[in-house]
């Protein structure tokens, strides 16, 4: 039974599974509820959102003896077929979010899981504002619509603790080892700020294959880069309390 400083989350993003890889993904996750409570995917589950690879991973992560929570990232949306993509999913017995919430028993605690696939825009100091064209404020304004959903998501949901799973960055910190140039597409401070706002026990994220691990919001939130490049094994697990452990 969990309690709530041990209570266990498995994470990982960018798994990017091909038809290549059928049954190979699965065979790394054996075990994994003797390691954890709860299975959090940040989104790149596919390399080109092909409808095939979306029945892949659906396949990889049917049945497994934990919760699994999902949210979808830019390659999945590659072919424009996100939604059936995510459809697989939740016939799997995954939970999508997209820019809203769930609740998930861990053992006698529930755990509240917020999030989607995040966008760009950059951080504090450099990053793009709603001003000049319709198009640079419509991607601002696309950012600034997803954090404000995940902002009511927060507040609303009723759990013993909250997480929040992204595809895009809320900080710059977990992004140190990419570009500088590409930061502006890899995550937005919308996001952090929505967090910070609103309240939750940790964020992670993937996207940024050459980026950091660990960081912080402004407003003290731990947030992890759990991309699969960076992890470089199956999936990370970091608990409610202050440890962490893989």
């Known amino acids: 039974m969990s309690t ?40 790149d589950l596919t390399r080109h959102g092909t409808l095939e690879e979306g029945k892949v991973v659906a396949d990889e992560l049917r049945d497994l003896p934990i919760p699994v929570v999902a949210v979808l990232g830019n390659h999945d949306y590659h072919s424009d077929l996100q939604y059936e993509i995510a459809g ?16 998930v028993e861990c053992g006698e ?12 825009g950059g951080y504090a100091g450099k990053c793009a504002s709603e001003f000049g064209e319709r198009e640079i404020k419509n991607f601002v304004a696309h950012t600034r619509y997803i954090a404000e959903a995940w902002k009511v998501a927060l507040k609303e949901i009723v759990a013993d603790h909250r997480v929040v799973v ?5 900080i710059k910190e977990t992004l140190e080892g990419e570009p500088p ?13 929505a967090v910070d706002t609103a309240g939750a026990d940790l964020i992670v994220h993937g996207h940024a294959h050459k980026g950091s691990e660990k960081g912080m919001t402004p ?5 992890r880069n759990v991309a699969l490049p960076v992890l470089r094994r199956a ?3 970091y608990s409610m309390g202050e440890s962490e452990h893989f």
């Open 88 to 103: 697989e999913l939740r016939d799997a017995g995954v939970v999508v979010l997209d820019d809203d919430g769930a609740v």
């Open 235 to 237: 999936y990370g697990i």
């Open 109 to 120: 605690h529930k755990l509240g899981v917020v999030g989607g696939k995040g966008f760009g």
């Open 166 to 170: 992204s595809h895009y960055s809320p």
């Open 219 to 223: 407003g003290g939130i731990r947030v």
């Open 181 to 193: 140039e590409i930061y502006p597409f890899l995550g937005s401070y919308l996001l952090a700020e």
């Open 4 to 43: 709530l400083i041990d209570l266990r989350i498995a994470a990982v993003g960018d798994i990017h599974l091909g038809e290549d890889q059928r049954g190979q993904y699965r065979k790394k996750l054996a075990g994994i509820e003797d390691r954890a409570d709860v299975f959090l995917l940040a989104g």
